[in-house]
């Protein structure tokens, strides 16, 4: 057969595109780097890393900048690094205790973000969006930039399963939401957006933030777990977040572990999250739960300091850890567990109690070992998993959202 000429440019056109992603992929997540060690990591020419860089600092995506001098002869090489000056997105954390709005630059840098705290009868949806709309108006978001920047999208994390298509949250049990929520529709409405918006879970953002600059970095499969008021978590598998057939994966906190256990917040009963996290926790060290971030603080001071009743609230901590912690070991078959938010606070705590479980939930004949390690990007991580989100379509196609 002979090749149709119609169609080799746009050939040409999509190697250049997929080329343009993976220089640009390269340098948001292994920082700045010189055009040699661009040809290195990519396999691509030195003509065509030339060009592509070339294109990426006309796009205002990166910038190049001259290398210090290493004594060797020469002019130098140039070094290119991501623009962090031109673009960003705006990222939204929507959470029980509180409500979180960033700039984010390309990078996963958060340039500026400000919180607000609030209790939990101010969770409604009415006060959610006016709330976030209050603080965008803190960064000077306009519907098309903020911060001084041009915005290419909106990332919200959400605490509850979201539907991609169409950002609809399902439920937001810990937030009072029961019913369906067009969360995506409302915020873009409210803040009359000139940009995408998009939505996603807190925790399920959170793994992509580890996996790409965080903990989990140089691993393609990772399990991460998020403990506060409620228990979320992420999966990694080939270096991809799993979402599932709708976008509900992930609900980590609410894998059935005890047949016996008391009533959840999301209907059932016996959920890992009646059994960790920041309710269970107090619960069980006789300490009154009022979004205890502030009382766990005081909690771990006690099992530090050798109070009996803290250190077994700490010791089944980690045993129900261990226990859902084995199954997903067995169900993933990870490189790492990364633990954040409570968990990374309090894992030096519950690490021998917790470790113990998994060894004695082992599966016996597999030669493995999997480290559980605490998050690095707290209190950061939800902030920058919602960015991740929002840049998704630029770093798939950088030359043709960029110029939209």
């Not at 080329?19 to 661009?38: E, I, K």
């Not at 396999?43 to 065509?48: E, I, K, M, P």
Request: with cysteine; glycine share 12%.
């Amino acid at each position: 057969m002979i090749p149709d000429s119609n169609t080799a440019p746009l050939r040409a056109q999509n190697l250049r595109r997929t080329n343009l992603a993976v220089v640009l992929d390269q340098l948001r997540r292994h920082g700045p780097h010189s055009r040699s060690r661009l040809v290195d990591a990519t396999g691509l020419t030195r003509s065509a890393i030339g060009g592509l860089v070339e294109e990426l600092v006309g796009l205002e995506l990166a910038s190049e900048v001259a290398s210090a001098p290493d004594g060797s002869p020469g002019r130098p090489s140039p070094v290119a690094q991501i623009d962090t000056s031109h673009v960003a997105v705006l990222a939204v954390d929507i959470g029980v205790d509180g409500i979180g709005v960033a700039t984010v630059a390309l990078d996963g840098t958060v340039i500026r973000s400000v919180r607000l705290v609030r209790t939990q009868d101010r969770a409604s949806l009415a006060e959610t969006i006016i709330d976030v709309v209050s603080l965008t108006r803190r960064l000077g978001f306009t519907g098309a930039s903020a911060s001084g920047r041009r915005l290419m999208a909106v990332g919200v994390a959400v605490p509850g399963p979201v539907r991609e298509h169409d950002n609809l949250v399902a439920a937001a049990p810990n937030l009072g939401w029961t019913d369906g929520v067009r969360l995506g529709q409302l915020l873009s409405e409210a803040l009359e957006c000139e940009v995408p918006l998009l939505v996603g879970n807190e925790s399920d953002l959170g793994a992509l933030a580890e996996a790409r600059y965080g903990a989990g970095v140089g691993a393609d499969h990772m399990v991460y777990l998020h403990g506060e008021v409620g228990v979320g978590g992420g999966l990694i598998v080939r270096g991809r977040r799993i979402s599932g057939h709708l976008g509900y994966a992930g609900e980590i906190g609410h894998l059935p572990v005890n047949p016996d256990g008391i009533d959840c917040r999301c209907g059932s009963n016996g959920c890992w999250e009646t059994e960790v996290g920041e309710a269970a926790l107090l619960r069980r060290a006789g300490v009154g739960f009022d979004h205890g971030s502030d009382r766990v603080a005081l909690l771990v001071a006690a099992a530090e300091a050798g109070d009996p009743d803290a250190r077994h609230a700490m010791e089944e901590e980690g045993r129900w850890l261990g226990i859902g912690i084995s199954g997903l070991i067995n169900l993933v078959d990870p490189e790492i567990v990364v633990l954040g938010g409570l968990f990374s606070q309090i894992l030096e705590q519950v690490r021998e109690s917790m470790e113990a479980e998994v060894e004695r939930r082992r599966f016996h004949g597999i030669d493995r070992a999997v480290p559980i390690v605490a998050a690095s990007l707290d209190p950061d991580v939800t902030f920058i998993g919602a960015a991740e989100l929002a840049y998704e379509a630029l770093a798939a196609d950088p030359a043709g959202v960029a110029i939209t």
